[in-house]
């Protein structure tokens, strides 16, 4: 540590240039937060004097006019450890609308800052705010109150103190409602708040309430903006020439915009600048730049040589389409006030384009072109200097290579997208990424008479992703449905949190490209993950969202999630038009997780009778819960008797209804009844797949989906000092676990794969040269540099959460092991621990239940050859632990994922299940559901509960040591890997014989406890 000129303490710490980030505030605008830094203090004194006076009052406690010169270098000097101060800050007034670079400075919103409070203990920190005036009232405090928070903690400060004045109401209501763990008392005139800095249920729930209100009123500007500007990429005044070609992309996509606005404006008012008339099909006089302009009889402007003419009346008609046509300007001196900014130009021009664009009051920008992080690193500092101008200036970004928005709803249709013809008017709110995508979802959304209510694409997904839309849309009473195309989840903890929300108000269907979400198109910038491919599988599960294969899958969801209300069950009651058709569909009904309770096959040539009396049956009050009509004849015509029949059914009942009848697809009139729509499937399949994925999401929604897990006796603090000295020292001391090059703490442990268990055999993950480890099992992919744990800092951190460890011995010789053997208590079991053998039953590398010295000193001799002779390169090392009760052996694992953020998983042990994957997965934080369901997700769990008369093992016993384990991930990001094998599940509780534990420096999760755009 150092001392500057001014007396202030310095670590020598680099700027934590991951503290910044951008936030939405309560109003939908946006701005950056940063770390200080010493040139801010011309911008901070300016802050500081336009604030009034009972401002000044509230932060100082006395009247300061100006902030004196040392204590000014004192608060933009800082080390970012022991003193720390982030600020919000904007462009400087006149900068944003002259196009000025970021030279031209900031200025200050609001400044959050800790100094940390000399002491014994846990370190405390006294905490302080100020927000600018014309902030009030917009959450900036809020937001830096968890951001400071965020950074303390990272720090080791695990407690904010602070001073306030009882008048201050606003500060005070923003530690109250944060909800952390608060305390306060008046003394002296002031009011004593203290903090805990540990996150809780309720500032967990806070901050994602607060977000989901500031990120849906985000969208809500970009979604009901009426004033549009367009900027292409044709000369704009007095343009030094950089602009495109006409014919180039760009050009093209400017004039697709202004051709669809002519053809359908919806209720937008299209400003257009940087087009060509020309290019764009101009042909009509300009009647909003100046005063109109009508044609003289050589065909010339008015003003060239020749007679005046004059205008003929103008109709209502007329009148409209001037109203609502494009209106083209030549220079930004020419745009008035808009909400929206559009942009089909290149990179440099949308950049210059956005910075003036806030100056005439957008919300937003939907950037159509390329050019950005497709094409190389280049490319991506382009794409975030381009998110950094907007935010900066409070504009959200979709985009780049976008295909634009489209809203519908009376009053409210937007139209900003390349589309020729906008979707019509319809409940499903629809978001894609890229634009081709776009292209063909529109179109078969189009062709079945869905309709949307908005349409979305985020093209390369620099800013607003589905996460921003599925805010909005969840009080959104216009959207029914929510229908998501996914190229890439750059956040999945954030999305299965929203997506959960939302699911248990609305359907919401997903389809991810590639299935596992590893595939990354080009521009798209995604953290990598070494997950398991199933991994994405498991958190849509979590989440509660339905799972489609594919655009077709999707559509067909859909269709019956819109205009069918959920069924109460899954019993099915079929009409067929031939026996064969009814078995068929059946079976179909089967495999699609549905029972066929009540069905009628029609003969061909059915009379109008006998239709209505079948109709009449199925439905019948308590028939069943869902429909299915499947019609197709050989050789009579079908007739529209059927589909009326079943239609007026549906609606008079309320039944949920699907049909597949020859000739209709999509929503027909035919299969209409009032405001009820059947939907109509190419195929029954298609049919009754889309039914059954409607009847499980039916039945999650009335599922109890738990409480997040909250055991006893977990000890944070003492968890955080150990793992923070264990990384401060670089504590190896030994290696404790499979793969860490010496002897380990249990090995594979008494009641291992096999080992303990009914028969006697088995084995688990060997480790032995050659053989590959499975995806998602746990076993590689370590991070480079991880500490691992020794055996009393392994048993000490899970004694933290309330996991105890079975303490083993490590010997190396017979009579070292009797020795061991007389501490820990017999009978004992013996083990090898020499890592690649370990948990090798079948190699001879368990004995379990030796109850006399002269057995133990055999077995110990046996089993020393046995390794010198499998691995000569090492010397052999043994362990005695003394024997657990036996029950069933299973593996509990966690790791730190840069994407995923912590995956737990679990397993019965053994090879069979690695090798064929039969492993469960869980991104946490958990509820007790989510924890069962993994217990009871592998197709192993019947050995948990009794298979083939064996005792039903304490399996709430097996679940809460893994919701413990779920806690100790999220809570400790540092958490590299840990393996809990075997963790032996008796018929009354659960021994953790051994365990594999490492840490590494945490590095930011996608989804911190702090609300954040993508950075």
């Not at 809990?980 to 996608?1006: D, F, N, W």
Request: aromatic content about 4%; proline content about 7%; charged content about 20%.
């Amino acid at each position: 540590m150092s001392e500057d000129a001014a007396g202030v303490a310095r670590h020598d710490v680099r700027y934590p240039v991951e503290w910044e980030a951008d936030v939405v505030l309560r109003d939908g605008t946006t701005t950056h937060l940063r770390p200080i830094r010493p040139d801010d203090a011309d911008a901070l004194q300016r802050f500081h004097m336009a604030q009034s006076e009972r401002s000044v009052y509230y932060r100082f406690f006395a009247a300061l006019n100006r902030i004196p010169e040392r204590m000014l270098r004192q608060f933009v000097t800082v080390d970012h450890v022991d003193r720390t101060a982030l600020v919000a800050v904007r462009p400087a007034s006149g900068s944003r609308a002259d196009g000025a670079p970021e030279g031209a400075g900031e200025e200050i919103l609001g400044v959050a800052r800790f100094d940390v409070v000399p002491g014994p203990g846990p370190r405390t920190a006294e905490v302080a705010f100020n927000i600018a005036d014309t902030m009030q009232g917009r959450g900036l405090g809020s937001v830096l109150l968890e951001h400071v928070a965020d950074a303390a903690r990272e720090r080791g400060i695990h407690r904010f103190v602070a001073e306030v004045l009882p008048q201050n109401r606003a500060m005070l209501g923003v530690f109250r409602e944060a909800g952390y763990a608060i305390e306060q008392h008046l003394d002296d005139g002031f009011v004593h708040v203290g903090i805990d800095l540990d996150p809780t249920d309720r500032s967990r729930e806070v901050m994602a309430d607060r977000e989901h209100r500031a990120e849906s009123v985000s969208m809500a500007g970009l979604l009901g903006a009426r004033r549009v500007l367009l900027v292409g990429p044709a000369p704009i005044g007095d343009d030094d020439g950089r602009a495109d070609p006409p014919h180039s992309l760009e050009a093209l996509q400017a004039a697709r915009v202004v051709a669809s606005h002519r053809a359908e404006p919806g209720d937008t008012e299209l400003t257009v600048l940087g087009v060509a008339p020309e290019t764009a099909g101009e042909d009509e006089p300009d009647v909003t730049s100046g005063p109109a302009v009508m044609p003289g009889p050589s065909g010339g402007r008015s003003g060239a040589p020749g007679p005046e003419v004059a205008a003929a009346p103008e109709t209502d008609a007329a009148a409209d389409a001037r109203s609502t046509a494009p209106s083209f300007v030549t220079g930004w001196d020419d745009v008035g006030e808009i909400d929206l900014l559009l942009v089909a130009a290149p990179p440099d021009r949308a950049i210059e384009a956005v910075r003036r664009a806030a100056a005439h009051g957008a919300r937003g920008v939907v950037v159509f072109s390329g050019g950005y992080a497709e094409t190389g690193q280049a490319g991506l500092a382009r794409q975030r200097e381009l998110v950094r101008v907007a935010h900066s200036a409070g504009m959200r970004v979709v985009g780049p290579a976008s295909y634009g928005l489209v809203t519908n709803g009376p009053g409210g249709r937007l139209r900003a997208s390349l589309a020729e013809h906008p979707p019509p008017d319809g409940v499903v709110g629809l978001f894609c990424q890229s634009a081709p995508a776009a292209v063909t979802l529109a179109r078969t959304v189009t062709g079945r008479g869905l309709g949307v209510s908005s349409l979305v694409s985020a093209g390369h997904r620099a800013d607003v992703s589905g996460n921003d839309l599925m805010q909005y849309w969840q009080d959104d009473p216009a959207t029914g449905v929510v229908c998501l195309y996914l190229e890439t989840l750059g956040n999945p903890r954030k999305f299965s949190r929203i997506a959960r929300r939302l699911a248990a108000r609305k359907p919401v269907v997903v389809v991810v490209a590639g299935r596992s979400g590893h595939v990354v198109p080009p521009g798209h910038a995604v953290r990598t993950t070494r997950a398991p491919r199933r991994m994405l599988d498991e958190v849509l599960t979590q989440s509660g969202v339905i799972r489609a294969e594919n655009t077709h899958q999707l559509m067909d969801v859909a269709q019956v999630a819109a205009h069918q209300p959920l069924p109460h069950g899954r019993r099915v009651g079929i009409l067929a038009g031939s026996p064969t058709l009814l078995t068929l569909v059946s079976e179909a009904c089967g495999a699609a997780g549905l029972d066929v309770g009540h069905a009628v096959a029609l003969q061909p040539g059915a009379s109008d009778r006998d239709v209505a009396h079948a109709v009449e049956s199925l439905y019948a009050p308590e028939a069943c819960d869902a429909v299915v009509v499947v019609d197709v004849p050989v050789v009579v015509p079908r007739s529209d008797g059927i589909a009326r029949a079943v239609a007026a059914a549906a609606a008079r009942t309320g039944r949920t209804t699907v049909a597949s009848m020859l000739g209709l697809h999509g929503m027909p009139d035919v299969l209409r009844s009032g405001e009820v729509r059947v939907p109509a499937f190419s195929t029954p399949e298609d049919a009754v797949w889309a039914l059954g994925a409607v009847v499980r999401y039916a039945r999650w929604r009335k599922q109890d989906h738990g409480e997040p897990v909250r055991p006893e006796g977990v000890d944070r603090a003492r968890a955080r000092e150990l793992v923070e000295s264990v990384l401060d020292e670089g504590v190896s001391g030994g290696a404790n676990g499979a793969g860490a090059g010496g002897a380990g703490n249990g090995g594979a442990g008494n009641g291992g794969a096999g080992e303990n268990g009914p028969d006697g055999s088995g084995s688990g993950v060997s480790g032995i040269p050659g053989r590959a480890v499975p995806a998602g099992s746990g076993g590689s992919g370590t991070p480079v540099g991880a500490v691992p744990l020794d055996d009393v800092r392994a048993a000490e951190l899970l004694a933290c959460y309330g996991i105890r460890l079975w303490t083993a011995r490590t010997v190396t010789s017979p009579d070292e092991a009797v020795a061991a053997a007389r501490e820990v208590g017999w009978p004992v079991a013996l083990k090898i621990a020499t890592p690649v053998l370990r948990h090798r039953a079948d190699l001879g590398g368990v004995k379990l239940d030796i109850a006399e010295e002269s057995e133990l000193r055999a077995d110990a001799a046996r089993m020393q050859a046995a390794a010198a002779s499998l691995v000569p390169a090492v010397e052999p090392v043994l362990e005695i632990q003394a024997m657990a009760p036996p029950g069933v052996a299973c593996v509990i694992r966690s790791r730190e994922d840069d994407l995923f953020g912590p995956v737990v998983s679990f397993g019965l042990a053994g090879d069979a299940t690695d090798l064929l994957d039969d492993v469960s997965h869980g991104v946490p934080p958990l509820t007790d559901v989510d924890v069962a369901r993994m217990v009871r997700g592998v197709r192993t769990a019947p050995r948990l509960f009794g298979y083939q008369g064996t005792p039903a093992s304490d399996v709430a016993a097996l679940e809460d040591v893994l919701a413990r384990v779920s806690v100790m991930a999220d809570d400790l990001p540092e958490l590299a890997s840990l393996e809990l094998y075997p963790v032996t599940v008796a018929e009354r509780g659960a021994s953790v014989l051994h365990a594999t534990i490492r840490l590494h420096a945490a590095t930011r999760r996608t989804d911190p406890l702090r609300r954040a755009l993508p950075a």
